[in-house]
């Protein structure tokens, strides 16, 4: 597991600041729920007319006045698009970095395969998104206890563990995409995760592009049809499991043939 330990001490710092930034966010958001409390009731009246936009986010179907409701949109936003970010990150410069550090050479001298490799390189950035999801996860229940609200323990845990797939099934199809990229890019990583949150919102705004949510990932962590439902839609987390092994596949069977540079 020396690969392993050196990549998790090698993304350390980007990883406490990614956990400790979305963490922070997802308790600011919590700690802002009694105070607007009150007016909520109100601003959901007001979300609820806005058409289009509303159906986006799921605010037609959800009362903010509730912490449940506030907490599937607002703070759901946050762990979704930050978690997505990270995860995508991590995944596209995980095989990549060794040819554009120049490490590359060094690397693939030692007497381990390449298999062997990718498969360690692979678990360093499963054990960063786990570890991620569980501390974030632990701190926004302890601010809930803290507020003196009820904790809504199923909708909040299927939240969270959509989130989770969410972000496992990025990292993998961005992992995938690694294994061809030679210099790395951030902007292949975050592209990827912008594209699958808006082709959601268009899912969410237009009937007739509802089946994009077979393609995002964030189709099956529409805060409102969990809430609404009490859980998750098993159909399209199969289609993420599919995209989830197709991505890894790819980056195996790539990167153990590639021509290093």
Not at 175 to 191: E, K, Q
Not at 219 to 230: E, F, N, P, Q, R
Request: charged share 15%.
């Amino acid at each position: 597991m020396t690969i392993v330990k050196h990549e998790l001490k090698q993304g350390l710092v980007s990883f406490a600041i990614w956990t400790a930034s979305i963490t922070l966010l997802m308790m600011v958001c919590v700690f802002l729920f009694p105070e607007i409390k009150g007016e909520m009731d109100t601003m959901g009246d007001i979300f609820a007319s806005m058409g289009s936009f509303t159906a986006a986010f799921g605010m037609d179907r959800l009362n903010f006045g509730t912490l449940v409701g506030f907490y599937a949109i607002e703070c759901g936003n946050v762990i979704g698009l930050g978690g997505a970010f990270f995860a995508s990150l991590i995944g596209i410069s995980s095989l990549s970095k060794e040819e554009k550090g120049r490490t590359a050479e060094f690397l693939l001298t030692h007497p381990v395969s390449r298999t062997h490799i990718i498969s360690e390189k692979l678990i360093s950035v499963l054990l960063q998104i786990i570890v991620m999801n569980v501390v974030i996860l632990a701190f926004s229940l302890g601010s809930m206890a803290a507020i003196g609200e009820a904790i809504p323990w199923k909708e909040v845990l299927l939240l969270h563990l959509a989130y989770f797939l969410l972000q496992v099934e990025l990292a993998s199809i961005c992992f995938g995409f690694s294994a061809f990229l030679r210099r790395g890019s951030i902007g292949v990583g975050l592209g990827i995760a912008a594209m699958m949150y808006f082709l959601n919102l268009i899912a969410n705004m237009t009937e007739s592009m509802e089946f994009l949510k077979f393609i995002t990932p964030f189709g099956y962590c529409d805060g409102a049809d969990i809430v609404d439902s009490g859980k998750l839609d098993m159909t399209l987390i199969a289609i993420g499991i599919l995209f989830t092994f197709a991505g890894i596949f790819t980056a195996f069977s790539k990167y153990r043939r590639k021509d290093i540079q």
